[in-house]
């Protein structure tokens, strides 16, 4: 039996595209959400099962852990979980902050460091997700940049901590379509707004990361660790035309 692949989040946008990516190529898969009945029809369609799983509660994390790897370990573990919290300094609060860390930050590491034994059985692979906020200067960012740039200092710090059995990389996307950037998206002026601030004019689909998620988790990037991937459309590298 392969050892299977647990994404944490597969509720949303990116976790459901990179599940049915890796459906496709084959892998055995365990999708986690808080309400696990949510994922019925994902998990059907993909061959998955599912697990409950409250990243905020660490006891929670660990039961899914436990529950999802198999006697090989874990092939992959992709923390797919996230939310976009936009406030100008003056409205922030300490609980924005400190609810957001958790959330993003400190779920990854807990779920990385149950994940580890399980990981390092099966010379697994770790994907977490940053934002291109985390790199750049953005208004009314400052909670979600926040927690966002202490993702991808952990995967750095992880990435030595676990080598040279399980390697961690982390993804850094812009705006996409999907569930949590809904209300954005919505307004068709603000899209189209948003698309322009791209050099390539257009917001991201879940696939553009999920596809990147996918290769990073298998063995075509066996030499690849520690690192940042911006699946952004240009925009933290490349001033869009017109800007």
């Known amino acids: 039996m392969t050892a299977p692949?647990?994404?944490?989040?597969?509720?949303?946008?990116?976790g459901e595209a990179l599940a049915r990516r890796l459906a496709a190529q084959g892998h055995p898969l365990v999708l986690s959400a808080r309400d696990p009945d949510t994922?019925?029809?994902?998990?059907?369609?993909t061959g998955a099962s599912t697990v409950a799983c409250d990243v905020l509660d660490p006891d929670s994390i660990k039961r899914a852990v436990e529950a999802a790897q198999s006697d090989e370990g874990l092939a992959g573990l992709a923390y797919c979980v996230g939310n976009i919290v936009?406030?100008?300094?003056?409205?922030?609060?300490?609980?924005?902050?400190?609810?957001?860390?958790?959330?993003?930050?400190v779920g990854a590491a807990l779920a990385v460091q149950a994940a580890a034994p399980a990981l390092?059985?099966?010379?697994?692979?770790?994907?977490?997700?940053?934002?291109?906020?985390?790199?750049?200067?953005?208004?009314?960012?400052?909670?979600?940049?926040?927690?966002k740039g202490g993702v991808e200092a952990l995967c750095r710090s992880l990435a030595t901590d676990l080598a040279p059995k399980v390697r961690v990389n982390c993804i850094a996307p812009?705006?996409?379509?999907?569930?949590?950037?809904?209300?954005?998206?919505?307004?068709?002026?603000m899209a189209d707004a948003l698309a322009a601030s791209h050099p390539m004019k257009r917001v991201g689909e879940a696939d553009d990361s999920a596809a990147m998620a996918a290769f990073l988790l298998s063995d075509d990037a066996g030499w690849i660790t520690g690192q940042i991937f911006p699946v952004d459309g240009g925009r933290g590298a490349l001033r869009a035309r017109g800007q």
């Open 86 to 105: 936009l406030k100008p300094l003056k409205n922030l609060t300490e609980a924005d902050l400190i609810d957001c860390y958790r959330l993003n930050t």
């Open 39 to 45: 994922l019925q029809a994902l998990a059907r369609e």
């Open 120 to 147: 390092q059985r099966a010379n697994g692979s770790v994907v977490m997700f940053s934002t291109v906020a985390a790199g750049q200067g953005f208004g009314n960012h400052a909670i979600i940049s926040a927690a």
């Open 5 to 14: 692949v647990l994404i944490m989040g597969a509720r949303g946008g990116i």
């Open 174 to 189: 812009s705006i996409s379509q999907t569930e949590i950037a809904g209300q954005l998206l919505s307004n068709e002026k």
